[in-house]
């Protein structure tokens, strides 16, 4: 099993900075991507970034130029570096961990960490 935990969510006004952090920890072999998904009230859970072993990231469009996506092997880390926040980028942020097996995916998830962005 794989434990998922992020950490630095808060409270910024608009145009503010936050980085949120997310380590896994467990049976973590054979993790090919971690990444950032988001969730507003009443929305669906919308992916943000992710980035493979390799340090290939990518994003979605909406976050492109403003966030970045980092990662310490060494430490089992991602990190979401997060710049010019807006109102509308406020939501619980989850991380996920991915893992190919036999070319299945198996997801593992933290429990989220909420961000709020003020006007």
């Known amino acids: 099993q794989v434990q998922v935990v992020e950490s630095g969510g808060g409270l910024v006004q608009a145009g503010g900075s936050l980085r949120l952090s997310c380590t896994a920890s467990?049976?973590?072999?054979?993790?090919?991507?971690m990444g950032w998904y988001r969730q507003a009230p009443g929305k669906q859970r919308e992916w943000v970034a992710s980035i493979n072993t390799s340090g290939k990231s990518n994003y979605a469009e909406f976050v492109r130029g403003r966030f970045a996506i980092s990662r310490d092997n060494a430490k089992n880390t991602v990190y979401l570096e997060m710049n010019s926040l807006k109102p509308e980028d406020s939501a619980i942020y989850y991380c996920?961990?991915?893992?190919?097996?036999?070319?299945?995916?198996?997801?593992?998830w933290g429990q989220g960490t909420q961000v709020t962005v003020s006007s």
């Open positions: 467990g049976n973590i072999d054979g993790i090919n991507a």
């Open positions: 996920n961990a991915l893992r190919l097996k036999s070319g299945h995916p198996y997801e593992f």
